[in-house]
């Protein structure tokens, strides 16, 4: 079982950076895929970004590729998303989850565990 936390989301204009926060419960943190998906209002959740394991392999959905920038500390159990060069479609509740395989995938239904999410607004 593993329980994910994000935070750092907020409100800012367009052109400003965040970064993202997903702490994780568990020992085996180090053996899970992760990967951060978004939600807008009447939007289906699509995918961000998403990390092996090791943190050497990264993929990103073409929205968000040259922006945005996710990491990993296996040593702090945090997986990070560093968004920078905001736009106001960007605007959405950010989550995080897990995958107990080892395939970096876009599909939402292949993860396991699930955060309850952290708002980004961006303002034009």
């Known amino acids: 079982q593993v329980q994910l936390v994000e935070s750092g989301g907020g409100l800012v204009q367009a052109g400003d950076s965040l970064r993202l926060s997903c702490a994780a419960s568990g020992r085996t943190f180090s053996s899970y895929v992760m990967g951060w998906f978004r939600q807008a209002p009447g939007k289906e959740r699509e995918f961000v970004a998403a990390i092996s394991w090791s943190g050497e392999r990264t993929y990103y959905a073409d929205s968000v590729k040259g922006r945005f920038t996710i990491s990993r500390d296996n040593a702090k159990n945090t997986v990070y998303l560093q968004m920078n060069s905001l736009k106001p479609e960007d605007t959405a509740v950010y989550y995080c989850?897990?995958?107990?395989?080892?395939?970096?995938?876009?599909?939402?239904?292949?993860?396991?565990?699930w955060g309850q999410g952290t708002q980004v607004t961006v303002s034009s």
């Open positions: 989850a897990a995958e107990r395989g080892m395939i970096i995938t876009a599909t939402p239904r292949a993860y396991d565990y």
